[in-house]
Nanobody, 117 residues
Framework: QVQLVESGGGLVQPGGSLRLSCAAS????????MRWYRQVIGKEREWVSS?????????TYADSVKGRFNISRDNAENTVYLQMDSLKPEDTAVYYC?????????WGQGTRVTVSS
């Protein structure tokens, strides 16, 4: 019943920006930490960012994206965002949002981000 739907990916040049969205349903969104992960084919899915608390005022970030990415959430719309600036080729991946509900991780279908000249 938990559903996460990512959108906003695409092809951008190095230095460009994208905003990813994850629309959530099936659980009390405002009570849960939301997370973003990314994955390259053949590699482990890696953590990118998490909300701290449930308001979106503070986020935590992987060192590789700190200072360039910003996580936020709109609890009225049950949506979490990932604003990605100063994109690098190494940011190329499929990006997934995640929530852990009752000890079970739930994932969206992913949205593909390609950073290339």
């Amino acid at each position: 019943q938990v559903q996460l739907v990512e959108s906003g990916g695409g092809l951008v040049q190095p230095g460009g920006s994208l905003r990813l969205s994850c629309a959530a349903s099936g659980f009390p969104f405002s009570s849960y930490v939301m997370r973003w992960y990314r994955q390259v084919i053949g590699k482990e899915r890696e953590w990118v960012s998490s909300t701290v608390g449930t308001t979106g005022s503070i986020g935590t970030y992987a060192d590789s994206v700190k200072g360039r990415f910003n996580i936020s959430r709109d609890n009225a719309e049950n949506t979490v965002y990932l604003q990605m600036d100063s994109l690098k080729p190494e940011d190329t991946a499929v990006y997934y949002c995640n929530v852990r509900v009752s000890g079970v991780d739930h994932w969206g279908q992913g949205t593909r981000v390609t950073v290339s000249s």
